[in-house]
């Protein structure tokens, strides 16, 4: 597991990859359009996930999600963009709880399967804008989607 940060202008990034055992086209497939089962591979986090436009498969469509956070219940309705080529979805903040924080968060998750020695590995990002310069970067969020990685791992293993 590594974590990085950086800043780039106003939008900054942190960055943590984790080593996943279980097949890494199946999680990939929970992450990109079956949204629906990460309820039950992660209930610890994740309460409930909704199609609000779209569907479950289709890039762009918007989900409304239900999780904890720290303790804390919270909603997110996002966007999903699916780059199929890099095995690669991206999560954009469209309103909830974690926009009361920052101006611009998207969470971007990139599978890459195992080389012929290697692991097959999650690189999760985080994008965000602070809306006041004095405020946290978003770590508790990016804690947060490594153990739901961790859980998905874990349940697809279990399966």
Do not use: C
Not at 24 to 48: C, F, G, M, Q, R
Not at 75 to 90: G, M, Y
């Amino acid at each position: 597991m590594a974590l990085s940060s950086s800043t780039t202008g106003k939008l900054e990034t942190l960055e943590e990859v984790v080593e996943i055992k279980s097949s890494a086209d199946k999680l990939y497939a929970i992450i990109t359009t079956e949204h629906h089962n990460v309820p039950k591979a992660s209930s610890d986090h994740i309460h409930d996930v909704a199609v609000h436009e779209g569907d479950w498969e289709t890039s762009g469509s918007i989900k409304l999600w239900k999780y904890t956070v720290d303790g804390t219940v919270e909603t997110l309705k996002e966007k999903v963009e699916i780059d199929e080529a890099n095995k690669r979805v991206s999560f954009t903040a469209l309103e909830g709880h974690v926009l009361e924080q920052y101006k611009n968060y998207n969470s971007i998750i990139q599978v890459t399967p195992k080389s012929d020695e290697g692991s097959n590995l999650v690189k999760i990002t985080v994008e965000y804008e602070k809306l006041n310069e004095g405020d946290q970067p978003p770590n508790k969020y990016l804690r947060f989607l490594v153990n739901v990685m961790k859980d998905i791992d874990a349940h697809l293993i279990a399966s």
